[in-house]
């Protein structure tokens, strides 16, 4: 049984959120061509790169979606998380 790698979707209280009730219009296959070997957003990706890339491109809807962080799965371990999905906002440089 091959492991796949996963996201696990969480609220700010720390609850496991669903892709499809989150961000329902995100489309759910590899990027960045559907339909390629390598998984789904809701199923799993094949390779490690596949999910970070998904994650990068995806991270603004999921964050409107109500999902406040993230946890990147391989299998069942958690290989790191979590990670916020808040935009940064860096400060302005002093003029003057």
Known sequence: M???WQWRLEDGGGKVLEL???APTIEMT???EPGVAGGTADTGFE???DAETWIGLCWRPLHEGGVAK?????G?????GPMDLAPQTMPLPRTG
């Open 20 to 22: 499809q009730e989150v």
């Open 30 to 32: 590899t990027l960045p």
């Open 47 to 49: 390779m490690q790169g």
């Open 76 to 80: 069942t371990q958690e290989v790191y």
């Open 2 to 4: 091959r492991m796949l």
């Open 70 to 74: 993230v946890f990147l799965l391989h």
